[in-house]
């Protein structure tokens, strides 16, 4: 066992897809940008998730065809959207008291880092930004009902992204009780990390090889 | 009779002076007044702040106000864009000033300026870098941070219906900061797409009410080019 053993990962959709298995009808859900807005395409079309949207929409559809573009309906990401049938708009203040009092089932969110108290790191590397640029992340990290992050297990590098405390800048403190990465499942608890599950092929001792702080057993 | 309405963009933005401090509606390009903004480059007014969601100057006049030199500080909480670097360009140069603030506080400070709060707790950012420096108190177990209230010079909107009153809606995700905007400055200025007789906006429907608003500009198809 050593964290140089080549396992198979799943792909950004594989773990979307994981996530979208997870979210029951009638949560309402924000989805962070980059690769946790790929989960509203796996929750299937007749379960009722209310998607959010922190510029201002509650019940985003799915991407519009392109001659059915209105300019006025983008989400967070920018990206052109649509609204589905019970879709509600709000303002800025609006939608930001919606997430910080509470009222979102689940936030998934993508992150550099999460510790095994649930801080979270996930809108600056540091020096190494050209800028900085938080958006609506801190608001969601500790806003949101559950606080999921969708990411890869270890950098690029094979550095551990679950570790005992975050190197990165913190976006949250004890938020997050859930990561979703390309080899496994973990809930963040009292104890830490546990395992809920591993991708197909992939071992306790896999994970716990490629994980920067101590893997428990459920 | 109470009217509003401005002929021009000249007369929407007259008195606008040097080292102001402006509000502009909008998140991307969607619900931002971009005839406004490039009238401010127009005008010429310089050593300007802007807040707004976006000020990575990836859209209509931003981009502009900067490369002039015209913006010296930004508040806003999301200075990058896929688009332009010039934010950027000048932040790493030294030209600019950022402050940094999380989306939801950014659009409650500007909410707490409209309605007499002159500051409140949150627990958005408590323990992280942007947290750094400011009042804690532990409120109900969790560390919350004092944030103040964001007041302005001017505020730019964009609406979707005007009438002679400054009564305003917008439509679907244009609606962003727009409305907590109006309120928060001295001087609220409005860009519209569609202007209504007085008493044709169901006053269930009308989102802003004329009380915020001193000029309103009609500005038809005013919104960019997507």
Known sequence: MSASTAI????????????????????VVNLGIGAPTLI??????????????ENGILGIGPKPAPENIDPYVINAGKQYVTLRDGASIIGHA???????????????????????????????TGENDAAPAVGGAMDLGAGAKRVWVLMDH?????????????????????????????????????????????????????VQARTGATLHRK | ?????????????????????????????VGQPQALVE???????????????????????LPKLMET????????????STETSIFIDLYREGKIALELVPQGTLAERIRAAASGIPAFFTPTGAGTLLGKGKETREINGRLCVLEQALY?????????????????????????????????????????????ELGALDPDRIVTPGIYVNRVVHVPDGQVVF
């Not at chain 1, 009292?190 to 991708?199: K, N, P, Y």
């Not at chain 2, 009779?1 to 390009?29: C, H, Q, S, W, Y």
């Not at chain 2, 030199?69 to 990058?80: E, L, Q």
Request: with cysteine; proline share 4%.
């Open chain 2, 39 to 61: 009238g401010l480059v127009e005008l010429g007014v310089r050593d300007l702040t802007i807040i707004a969601n976006n000020a990575g100057g990836a859209f209509g006049g």
């Open chain 1, 154 to 206: 270890t950098t690029k590098s094979g550095q551990p992204r679950l570790v005992e405390s975050c190197s990165y800048p913190l976006t949250a403190l004890g938020s997050v009780t859930r990561i979703y990465t390309n080899i496994a499942v973990i809930d963040v608890t009292e104890r830490g990390f546990e395992l809920v599950e591993c991708a197909p092929g992939v071992t306790f001792e896999d």
């Open chain 1, 8 to 27: 198979k990962t799943l792909t950004r959709t594989q773990m979307a897809e994981r996530v979208a298995q997870d979210i029951p009808e009638g949560w």
């Open chain 1, 40 to 53: 509203a395409d796996y929750v299937p079309a007749d379960r009722e998730v209310i998607f959010h949207s």
């Open chain 1, 94 to 124: 609006d939608s930001f008291g919606i997430i910080r009092g509470g009222h979102l089932d689940l936030c998934v969110l993508g992150g550099y880092e999460v510790a095994e108290t649930g801080d979270l790191a996930n809108w600056s």
């Open chain 2, 69 to 80: 030199g015209a913006i010296t500080k930004v508040v806003c909480s999301y200075p990058r």
């Open chain 2, 1 to 29: 009779m109470i009217d509003k309405f401005v002929p021009n963009i000249a007369a929407a933005l007259e008195g606008i002076k040097d080292g102001a401090t402006i509000l502009m509606g909008g998140f991307g390009n």
């Open chain 2, 152 to 196: 302005a010079d001017v505020a730019l909107l964009l609406a979707w219906e005007a009438d002679r009153w400054g009564n305003l809606t917008y439509r679907l995700a244009g609606r962003n900061f727009n409305p907590i905007m109006a309120g928060a400055a001295k001087l609220t200025i409005v860009q519209t797409e569609h202007v209504v």
